[in-house]
Every structure is written in C-alpha cells, then in structure tokens.
C-alpha cells in the first residue's frame, strides 16, 4: 500500500511539474519528448505510474489531464492532445467519423462504497437491482426492507441514503449505467446508459476523486469509484450479487473472470463492454480503459511517441498494473492490440 501511495505521489510532482497540460498545448505542439493526454480518472493512477517509469527510463514526460472520459474524448476529436483516454469505448462509426483508433490498456473495476458507521469493507451485500432502486430514489433508507433481506445480522441505522454520482462525462459513469440498465428495466426506462445521464437524485462529484471524497465526509453516503481509488482511500465496499448469483468481492480475480468471458477477438475496434459477465465469481462492473487516437496523426514524430509508450506499458507495465490492482491485457489481447496499431495508425 504505502508502494502505491509513493508511486502515485511521484507520478503526481512529475506531471505537476511538466509545465502546461492538455488545454492549450494541443497536439503538434511542443517536441515528442513531452507528450499530452486527457480524459480517464479511472485509470490515471495507472498511467501516472507508467508515465513516472517512462521518464525515468527515456526522459519522455507524458502529461495526463484526469478530466474524465467525456473530456478526454471531445479533446482528441478537437486535435488538442496527442491521446485521449476513455471507459467508455467508441463505436466503430463514430471512430471512423472521427478518423480516430482505439484499443485497451488496462482492466479494472467499478465498486460500490459506503460511509455507514459499524458497517467494514465487504460487510454490506447489495444486489444490481437493489443498486437501482436505490440510484433511482425508490429505496432511500437503509433500513428498508429489501436491503435488510440481504443483509440478515448486519445492523443497518435507520437514516436516509444519501446518493453520489458523478457530475461530470464520466466513463465510469458509463459502466455504472449500463450495468443497470441491464439489471433493471425500470433503470433502463428512466434513465438509460452514458457517460452523462439525467440522475434522479443525489449530489454529484468531479471525477473519481471527487466521489471519494464526498462518500468519505457525508454519512450514509453511497457512490460508485473505480476499485484503486477504494483501495487508496481506505474506504468501505459493497459485495455485489453477480449474473450467476453469487455475491463476490471486487479483485484482481474477479475483474480476470470477467474479462475472461470476453469476446474481444469479434470486436470490431475493440467495441466491447463487459457489465454483468457470466462467471462463477465475476465482478460485474468490470470495465477497460481505451486509448483513443488519430488515425493520421497530425504530426507523425508525436504518434509514433506516443504509440512507443503504450507498447512499452503493455509490454513492461504489468508490475505497475498489478501493483495499483488493474488487470493487465492477456497475451492474445495484448498481440491482437499490436496488430491492430500496426494496421489502423499511420
């Protein structure tokens, strides 16, 4: 743990230090040695070690905005960084609308955390459906029966649930909604799935960090944050009931057994999300982040850098992954995305 905290620290001066970001320093500019991305906090702990590694060892500074999926996507489409970074993956029209590529780098989970006095990590059991409910306003106590139900012997208080979701265009967000949407109907009626929807109730919060924080301070507090931001702030997880019907515990194993039932070599431009997988003990909000970049480049030295980095994160960074509890790409996956960039970026 204290590892981690180190790692993400370094990572943070590092970038800090770089001197300007992504806004205003569009792609193109500056020299290939001081590369720009933006967009995913999901997996910017990740890329924020992997990028403190790859300065260390080429002297090439990457500046990573963690601004969310929905920012990191409308920079790349506007040419203003060299990459952008997205849990939510693109389909492969509006790709080739955009003259844009993609493919996955890492692996994670999204979790359920809690801020409820006596109750630890893992103690609270909730089911896909009950997380609607409760995200749709039709449960706002957590005494109410049908939490209770799940939950024989944990004593639950008598207070009002307070609701956080993110405020920003979040892929995150996105993996959340469309994880209920196909658990619950009435989810999927009202509200539906993207990275920004019209939430029925509940405070919303910038970026993971922003979830955390808020769950942290408000009692009662219910919000969803990808599984290293969990880990790094100590806070209080909910097993989920999965799609075999098995309550399970987010993980590095769990996020595997999803990712294992995924068909990513009939994927076209990796255009895949793997919500509520089959799988004995599969976590069901597992999730990949994707790089997005131009299939052209507009300037080829800072493609071909930035391309660089990413192979040697693939290739090198499973430490770093492993470390910080993301799934690294499986071998197959990991030479079909080799062949993919060889083919679809110039």
Same mark, same amino acid.
């Given at each position: 743990?204290?590892?981690?905290?180190?790692?993400?620290?370094? #990572?943070?001066?590092?970038?800090?230090?770089?001197?300007?970001?992504?806004?205003?320093?569009?792609?193109?500019?500056? &020299?290939?040695?001081?590369?720009?991305?933006?967009?995913?906090?999901?997996?910017?702990? /990740?890329?924020?070690?992997?990028?403190?590694?790859?300065? @260390? !060892?080429?002297?090439?500074?990457?500046?990573?905005?963690?601004?969310?999926?929905?920012?990191?996507? $409308?920079?790349? =489409?506007?040419?203003?960084? @060299?990459?952008?970074?997205? @849990? =939510?993956?693109?389909?492969?029209?509006?790709?080739?609308?955009?003259?844009?590529?993609?493919?996955?780098?890492?692996?994670?989970?999204?979790?359920?955390?809690?801020?409820?006095?006596?109750?630890?990590?893992?103690? /609270?059991?909730?089911?896909?459906?009950?997380?609607? @409910?409760?995200?749709?306003?039709?449960?706002?106590?957590?005494?109410?029966?049908?939490? $209770?139900? /799940?939950?024989?012997?944990?004593?639950?208080?008598?207070?009002?649930?307070?609701?956080?979701?993110? &405020?920003?265009? &979040?892929?995150?967000?996105?993996?959340?909604?469309?994880?209920?949407?196909?658990?619950?109907?009435?989810?999927?009626?009202?509200?539906?799935?993207?990275?920004?929807?019209?939430?029925?109730?509940?405070?919303?919060? =910038?970026?993971?960090?922003?979830?955390?924080?808020?769950?942290?301070?408000?009692?009662?507090?219910?919000?969803?944050?990808?599984? #290293?931001?969990?880990?790094?702030?100590?806070?209080?997880?909910?097993?989920?009931?999965?799609?075999?019907?098995?309550?399970?515990?987010?993980?590095?194993? &769990?996020?595997?057994?999803?990712?294992?039932?995924?068909?990513?070599?009939? !994927?076209?431009?990796?255009?895949?999300?793997?919500?509520?997988?089959?799988?004995?003990?599969?976590?069901?909000?597992?999730?990949?982040?994707?790089?997005?970049?131009?299939?052209?480049?507009?300037?080829?030295?800072?493609?071909?850098?930035?391309?660089?980095?990413?192979?040697? #994160?693939?290739?090198?960074?499973?430490?770093?992954?492993?470390?910080?509890?993301?799934?690294?790409?499986?071998?197959?996956?990991?030479?079909?995305?080799?062949?993919?960039?060889?083919?679809?970026?110039?």
């Amino acid at each position: 743990m204290g590892l981690r905290r180190l790692i993400v620290a370094v #990572a943070l001066a590092l970038a800090g230090c770089g001197g300007g970001g992504a806004s205003g320093n569009g792609a193109g500019a500056g &020299s290939a040695n001081d590369l720009t991305g933006a967009g995913s906090t999901f997996v910017y702990p /990740l890329i924020a070690a992997w990028s403190a590694d790859y300065h @260390d !060892a080429f002297g090439r500074r990457i500046n990573y905005q963690s601004i969310g999926s929905g920012g990191g996507i $409308a920079q790349i =489409k506007a040419g203003t960084v @060299d990459f952008g970074a997205s @849990d =939510k993956p693109l389909p492969p029209d509006e790709l080739a609308q955009a003259g844009l590529a993609q493919f996955p780098v890492a692996i994670g989970g999204v979790v359920p955390v809690t801020n409820i006095e006596g109750i630890g990590p893992g103690r /609270l059991r909730l089911s896909g459906p009950l997380l609607a @409910d409760i995200y749709l306003g039709r449960i706002a106590r957590w005494n109410d029966p049908a939490i $209770a139900s /799940l939950n024989p012997g944990v004593e639950l208080p008598d207070a009002a649930i307070i609701v956080i979701h993110r &405020s920003d265009g &979040s892929g995150t967000s996105f993996n959340w909604t469309h994880y209920l949407s196909q658990v619950s109907p009435q989810w999927q009626r009202a509200v539906g799935e993207g990275t920004s929807v019209p939430w029925p109730t509940g405070i919303g919060g =910038k970026g993971n960090e922003g979830v955390a924080a808020y769950v942290r301070q408000i009692p009662n507090s219910i919000g969803y944050i990808e599984y #290293a931001f969990v880990i790094q702030n100590h806070m209080n997880w909910a097993a989920l009931r999965n799609a075999a019907g098995r309550f399970v515990a987010p993980g590095t194993a &769990s996020f595997q057994q999803a990712a294992a039932s995924a068909d990513w070599a009939n !994927a076209p431009d990796f255009h895949l999300v793997m919500t509520n997988a089959p799988g004995a003990d599969a976590w069901p909000i597992t999730a990949a982040t994707f790089v997005l970049m131009h299939r052209r480049p507009r300037d080829r030295g800072r493609g071909q850098a930035s391309i660089d980095f990413f192979r040697w #994160a693939i290739d090198h960074g499973e430490g770093r992954a492993r470390a910080l509890d993301y799934v690294p790409l499986p071998g197959p996956l990991a030479r079909q995305v080799e062949t993919y960039i060889e083919s679809r970026i110039q």
